[in-house]
């Protein structure tokens, strides 16, 4: 079987910090860029951060850039997702996903959801006081 799994959602306070774990199993994730996008109830899924196969590309929403950090650890095949001083805007769904085997003629498109084909099954983030 060939999964993602999201892990490290919950309750968290605003200024507080949280971080999002995305753990591949059946397969290795060093091929693929990953995308973490969130969708929260009542709105469409929106791309939140994604990173290239070797980590040297990343991008961000404007929403959390400065907040929120994507890294990767292809020996432990997990992306993460740093989420700092986290807003109640945040409170969403948050799912991991592995990008399609085709060129992006820019980076940045990997926020689309359409450039992804295998994802996980989300882990709840609620951001309250």
């Known amino acids: 079987q060939l999964q993602l799994v999201e892990s490290g959602g919950g309750l968290v306070q605003p200024g507080g910090s949280l971080r999002l774990s995305c753990a591949a199993s059946g397969f290795t994730l060093d091929d693929y860029y990953i995308g973490w996008f969130r969708q929260a109830p009542g709105k469409e899924r929106e791309g939140v951060s994604c990173i290239s196969a070797n980590g040297g590309s990343t991008a961000y929403a404007d929403s959390v850039k400065g907040r929120f950090t994507i890294s990767r650890d292809n020996a432990k095949n997990t992306v993460y997702l740093q989420m700092n001083s986290p807003k109640p805007e945040d409170t969403a769904v948050y799912y991991c996903?592995?990008?399609?085997?085709?060129?992006?003629?820019?980076?940045?498109?990997?926020?689309?959801?359409?450039?992804?084909?295998?994802w996980g099954q989300g882990t709840q983030v609620t951001v309250s006081s």
């Open positions: 996903a592995t990008g399609i085997r085709r060129p992006l003629q820019l980076f940045r498109q990997c926020l689309y959801e359409r450039k992804y084909d295998n």
